[in-house]
């Protein structure tokens, strides 16, 4: 059976009166909740205080953390900057050589473009960060684009220079010039295709250019003949040798060795007869030599 009531009785010391008190059952058990109550309560409250002092602690390193990291995105972004400004200049000296080689200009350029407020966030500023990554690998593929044209052209150049005839073929007077002359063999007007360079039988005879050997015979006329393909239109022909002293098909460099002087063919005298022709149209020479 359970008891419904607790009696308590207080005897003081020395008294001879003793207090009595009537308790209910469930009025202990309210004073038991309220105590399991107040010490939840205060452990509670202790454990917010200690976190509460470790989030300080926490938020002040963030925050030393957050004005590092601002502090490096900017100095990012500043020699991201830098950058830039000397991608501008390398697009201008481009630009320039360009001209120089009269290539036209490149699609328009990104990288001079760029600019705009400065960025207030963090969010913000990796975004622009972002933005000038990409402008300026754009920029770089176009230089590499442009840089790989110049090259080309070069090039070209270079091989259209060794493929220009340039200088006299052979050491010598020059006794006839291009152009319409009085035929001293039939005495009639007629254009002379080419240079005469009167010189002893046996003297070399150079290559004025780079180029092969087309041919290397002998023809009416021009009795042994030898003819160079340079490329870019540009033919030679060497006429009235003694000697021819290369193949057809064999590669020339200018200033190899590639005949000798002589008098074959229809000739007056040891001479070289040199004819520059583009495209088939000959040419004056003496603008090569
Ligand atoms: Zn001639």
């Given at each position: 059976?359970?008891?419904?009531?607790?009696?308590?009785?207080?005897?003081?010391?020395?008294?001879?009166?003793?207090?009595?008190?009537?308790?209910?059952?469930?009025?202990?058990?309210?004073?038991?909740?309220?105590?399991?109550?107040?010490?939840?309560?205060?452990?509670?409250?202790?454990?917010?205080?200690?976190?509460?002092?470790?989030?300080?602690?926490?938020?002040?390193?963030?925050?030393?953390?957050?004005?590092?990291?601002?502090?490096?995105?900017?100095?990012?972004?500043?020699?991201?900057?830098?950058?830039?400004?000397?991608?501008?200049?390398?697009?201008?000296?481009?630009?320039?050589?360009?001209?120089?080689?009269?290539?036209?200009?490149?699609?328009?350029?990104?990288?001079?473009?760029?600019?705009?407020?400065?960025?207030?966030?963090?969010?913000?500023?990796?975004?622009?960060?972002?933005?000038?990554?990409?402008?300026?690998?754009?920029?770089?593929?176009?230089?590499?684009?442009?840089?790989?044209?110049?090259?080309?052209?070069?090039?070209?150049?270079?091989?259209?220079?060794?493929?220009?005839p340039l200088g006299k073929p052979?050491?010598?007077?020059?006794?006839?010039?291009?152009?319409?002359?009085?035929?001293?063999?039939?005495?009639?007007?007629?254009?002379?295709?080419?240079?005469?360079?009167?010189?002893?039988?046996?003297?070399?005879?150079?290559?004025?250019?780079?180029?092969?050997?087309?041919?290397?015979?002998?023809?009416?006329?021009?009795?042994?003949?030898?003819v160079i393909d340079h490329g870019?239109?540009?033919?030679?022909?060497?006429?009235?040798?003694?000697?021819?002293?290369?193949?057809?098909?064999?590669?020339?460099?200018?200033?190899?060795?590639?005949?000798?002087?002589?008098?074959?063919?229809?000739s007056t005298g040891s001479h070289?007869?040199?004819?520059?022709?583009?495209?088939?149209?000959?040419?004056?020479?003496?603008?090569?030599?």
């Open positions: 059976m359970s008891t419904k009531r607790y009696t308590v009785l207080l005897i003081p010391e020395g008294s001879h009166t003793v207090r009595r008190f009537g308790l209910k059952r469930s009025w202990l058990h309210l004073a038991a909740g309220v105590a399991v109550l107040l010490v939840v309560g205060v452990s509670l409250l202790a454990y917010d205080y200690w976190r509460l002092g470790f989030d300080r602690g926490e938020l002040a390193r963030l925050q030393v953390e957050n004005r590092t990291q601002h502090n490096e995105l900017q100095r990012l972004t500043a020699s991201l900057e830098g950058l830039r400004q000397e991608l501008v200049v390398l697009a201008q000296n481009d630009a320039k050589v360009r001209v120089m080689a009269k290539l036209s200009k490149p699609k328009a350029d990104a990288v001079a473009g760029v600019g705009g407020p400065p960025e207030e966030d963090v969010a913000g500023e990796f975004s622009a960060m972002q933005r000038q990554i990409d402008e300026i690998m754009q920029a770089i593929d176009l230089r590499r684009e442009s840089q790989e044209e110049i090259q080309g052209f070069l090039n070209d150049e270079r091989s259209l220079f060794g493929a220009k052979t050491n010598g007077w020059i006794t006839s010039g291009f152009g319409m002359r009085k035929s001293p063999f039939s005495g009639r007007r007629k254009m002379h295709e080419g240079l005469d360079i009167a010189s002893r039988t046996g003297t070399p005879i150079y290559a004025t250019a780079d180029g092969i050997v087309s041919r290397s015979e002998t023809a009416a006329g021009y009795g042994k003949l030898v870019y239109g540009y033919k030679t022909y060497f006429g009235h040798n003694s000697k021819n002293l290369v193949k057809v098909g064999q590669r020339v460099r200018r200033g190899d060795k590639i005949a000798e002087v002589g008098n074959t063919g229809s070289v007869h040199y004819e520059v022709r583009r495209n088939g149209v000959p040419l004056n020479p003496w603008k090569y030599l």
